[in-house]
């Protein structure tokens, strides 16, 4: 089984700031790591994933996101972020034995100020 | 190209009446899962399809809870006897054969009063 801790509830910042958002799973299989955002009234959108590889991961938007095995995190980060990206962030989790279904955080709401 | 979409994308219901949710799913995705989310569990997967084979229903809450998947294409989850606790948006998401990426419907939003 899986699950996904994400502990941070809400991370305000200010634009053209750079955030990252924190992201820790347990699992007792190897996992794929997702993140999707979720805007107001909207279904999910993926914006990365790590299915294997190099371990820095970089998506949509300008956001990137590191695969930490040791650390079991997947933290996502942006560099400077934008009005735009207010938003709802979810980090999910996918057993790698096939099962598909995606566990999902509690989600971080990315409030970014003027 | 046409994503997945969702029907009704509001619905409100009395506590004890019967709801269908409907989702249509991305042109030759072969799997299709429901989720549901609400505020007091967040995201939670409901159910499973992938092609011909048996749907995994590790997630549904409980027996008022079922799903079909007709020709392997849309997708009907029934909720019978509506309790106030089935209140959330339910998602639903399709992908590629062997694919781990799903892509979402804009959800319903189920509001049991």
């Known amino acids: 089984a899986q699950s996904v801790t994400q502990l941070d509830s809400q991370v305000p910042v200010f634009e053209e700031a750079p955030v990252e958002l924190r992201c820790n799973y347990s699992s007792s299989v190897s996992v794929y790591l997702f993140w999707y955002v979720q805007y107001p009234n909207q279904g999910l959108q993926l914006l990365l994933k790590y299915l294997s590889g190099s371990t820095l991961v970089k998506g949509i938007n300008g956001f990137e996101a590191e695969f930490n095995k040791s650390q079991t995190s997947f933290h996502l980060r942006k560099p400077s972020v934008h009005i735009s990206d207010t938003a709802e962030y979810f980090c999910a989790v996918s057993g790698m034995d096939s099962s598909y279904k995606l566990i999902f955080g509690s989600g971080t709401r990315l409030l970014v100020r003027p | 190209g046409a994503g997945v979409s969702q029907s009704p994308s509001n619905k409100v219901t009395e506590k004890g009446k019967d709801v269908e949710l409907r989702c249509d799913p991305i042109?030759?995705?072969?799997?299709l899962y429901w989720y549901r989310q609400s505020l007091g569990q967040g995201l939670e997967f409901l159910i499973y399809?992938?092609?011909?084979?048996?749907?995994?229903k590790s997630g549904l809450p409980s027996d008022r809870f079922s799903a079909e998947r007709t020709g392997g294409s849309v997708s009907t989850l029934t909720i019978q006897r509506t309790q106030q606790e089935d209140s959330a948006v339910y998602l639903c998401?399709?992908?590629?054969?062997?694919?781990?990426?799903?892509?979402f419907g804009p959800g319903t939003r189920l509001t049991v009063t």
């Open positions: 998401a399709s992908s590629l054969f062997g694919s781990y990426e799903q892509y």
């Open positions: 399809f992938q092609g011909n084979s048996a749907p995994d």
């Open positions: 042109s030759g995705h072969t799997a």
